[in-house]
């Protein structure tokens, strides 16, 4: 059974920093790409970033902001988010796709299989 687990939300102030994990438990492979989405009150789900052997994406909104990278043998996602800001505010949910490329379409919530509950971030101003 597939099991996506993460952690390290919270409340931070504009221009803070917050440190997200993700471990995944129960998939054919530790190599499929993975990625996280977020969801702010009253908007819809958006996708923030990917990550496979050969590449790390990122929404224009986060670029240059948000660093993803697995650690851990390749067992453990982390997102890095620097330079918060308030409309950074959301439940982000860490995803695992079946494939191990994030692709072109990566943004697509229908390429991911496997999602956790979400992590609340919640940047203050």
């Known amino acids: 059974q597939v099991q996506v687990v993460e952690s390290g939300g919270g409340l931070v102030q504009a221009g803070g920093s917050l440190r997200l994990s993700c471990t995944a438990s129960?998939?054919?492979?530790?190599?499929?790409?993975m990625g996280w989405f977020r969801q702010a009150p009253g908007k819809e789900r958006e996708a923030v970033s990917c990550?496979?052997?050969?590449?790390?994406a990122y929404a224009a909104s986060v670029k240059g902001r948000f660093t993803l990278f697995r650690d851990n043998g390749k067992t453990t996602l982390v997102l890095q988010m620097n330079s918060l800001k308030p409309e950074d505010t959301a439940m982000y949910y860490c995803?695992?796709?079946?494939?191990?490329?994030?692709?072109?379409?990566?943004?697509?919530?229908?390429?991911?299989?496997?999602w956790g509950q979400g992590t609340q971030v919640t940047v203050s101003s």
């Open positions: 995803a695992a796709q079946d494939d191990y490329f994030c692709g072109d379409l990566w943004s697509l919530e229908d390429d991911y299989k496997n």
């Open positions: 129960g998939l054919d492979s530790n190599y499929y790409a």
């Open positions: 990550i496979d052997d050969l590449q790390a």
